[in-house]
């Protein structure tokens, strides 16, 4: 007698369900609004504050200079009240220069809108919004979610991975959700780098063809840096010439050059910070298919930094060249989750 009760009870709210909804056709049920991805993940959106930020200590932030191959074009500090923000490690910039996707070490993405002033400087931020680097393993762990890395081509984005060396690939949606899409490569031997010193950077060569750097060689008795050529599934290991203690944090290729982010770390006098290229043109064939390999490279320097410039833990790297055919360079610090340390994006043009 009560099963009966508590079915009529039951079957009596459903029908006032269905009663209290407007009658727009039986069709319309089936196109009310859902989720944009089968995760349910959305863009969360936060505040995004910014101030100049004076690089070099005897020149004023507001004015551009040249230091090496490249000219200072502004820089700046930024912050939000956002306890997920910070972190930043990967960095891509819109071939136009308007829009900022950069990956976290603590597994998301940070998209901003950027400013620039009659001059050309950077000058601003705005429209900032946060949204969960999603994978098919629970990546909410550190020492699976260690994203370094994000190279652009398109909708399409690679990441690579340092906790569990790995790179995987992500694609932006229409609706701008960024969904995962598989691995691309896992690098198992490398497990046995300690913390932080594993895969760093990847950059994406053509359609068939991606570099990706470790920070640290496995085997200790030698100082340059490992590098890896992925090309029809197979990895082809070169390496990268070390300059003095300078470990690269981030590379990126960019019309026939790879592009280096390094920086080096001494007790006393602090953060040191370095820029160089190398031309990949006679190393590299155009066809899809042919294959890349060289042993080892040396890239050139762009510029250094030091005693004289105003420093943080610079990670991320990327290269846009614009339609007079300017080429200007962008690279972001990550602060690690420390008051101590800031959120920097300095811009930079790659002088004659």
Same mark, same amino acid.
């Given at each position: 007698m009560a099963l009966r009760f508590i079915r009529i009870i039951f079957y009596s709210l459903l029908v006032s369900l269905f009663l209290l909804l407007p009658y727009q056709g039986w069709g319309q049920i089936?196109? *009310?609004? $859902?989720p944009s991805n089968k995760y349910g993940h959305q863009w969360e959106k936060i505040d995004i504050k910014t101030a100049p930020h004076q690089l070099s200590r005897t020149v004023s932030a507001n004015k551009s200079f040249r230091t090496g191959k490249l000219i200072y074009h502004g820089g700046l500090e930024l912050k939000s009240n956002s306890k997920k923000?910070?972190?930043?490690?990967? *960095?891509? %910039?819109?071939?136009?220069?308007r829009q900022l996707l950069a990956v976290s070490d603590r597994s998301h993405w940070l998209k901003?809108?950027?400013?620039?002033?009659? @001059?050309?400087?950077?000058?601003?931020?705005?429209?900032?919004?946060i949204l969960t680097l999603l994978g098919d393993q629970n990546i909410s762990r550190?020492? @699976?979610?260690?994203?370094?890395? $994000? &190279?652009? =081509?398109?909708? &399409? *984005?690679l990441v690579s991975f340092e906790g569990h060396? /790995? !790179? &995987?690939?992500?694609? #932006? @949606?229409?609706d701008g959700i960024i969904l995962h899409q598989g691995r691309l490569s896992d690098f198992n031997h490398l497990k046995k780098l300690r913390n932080n010193k594993s895969l760093e950077s990847v950059a994406r060569i053509n359609s068939s063809t991606v570099i990706t750097l470790a920070e640290q060689n496995p085997d200790h008795k030698k100082s340059d840096t490992p590098g890896y050529i992925i090309q029809n599934n197979q990895q082809t290991p070169f390496f990268v010439k070390k300059t003095k203690k300078f470990s690269i944090t981030d590379v990126t290729y960019h019309q026939g050059s790879l592009y280096f982010l390094e920086r080096y770390f001494h007790k006393r006098s602090g953060l040191y910070a370095r820029l160089s290229s190398?031309? *990949?043109?006679? &190393? %590299?064939?155009?066809?899809p298919n042919d294959p890349l390999s060289f042993k080892t490279i040396k890239p050139k320097k762009l510029a250094s930094f030091g005693l004289l410039h105003k420093l943080d833990?610079?990670?991320? #790297?990327? $290269? /846009? =060249? +614009? @339609?007079?055919? /300017?080429?200007? %360079?962008? !690279? #972001?610090?990550? +602060?690690?989750? /420390? +008051?101590?340390?800031?959120?920097?994006?300095?811009?930079?043009e790659l002088g004659a």
């Open positions: 089936s196109s *009310l609004p $859902v923000f910070g972190g930043y490690s990967g *960095l891509s %910039i819109s071939e136009d220069g901003l809108s950027l400013d620039y002033n009659a @001059q050309g400087q950077l000058s601003g931020a705005h429209k900032g919004a550190f020492s @699976q979610g260690d994203s370094e890395s $994000v &190279e652009q =081509t398109g909708s &399409e *984005l060396p /790995r !790179i &995987e690939h992500y694609q #932006i @949606q229409p190398f031309p *990949l043109d006679k &190393e %590299i064939n155009q066809g833990n610079f990670e991320g #790297i990327s $290269v /846009r =060249t +614009d @339609q007079s055919g /300017r080429t200007f %360079i962008y !690279i #972001i610090s990550d +602060d690690n989750f /420390r +008051d101590r340390q800031k959120t920097l994006l300095l811009m930079f």
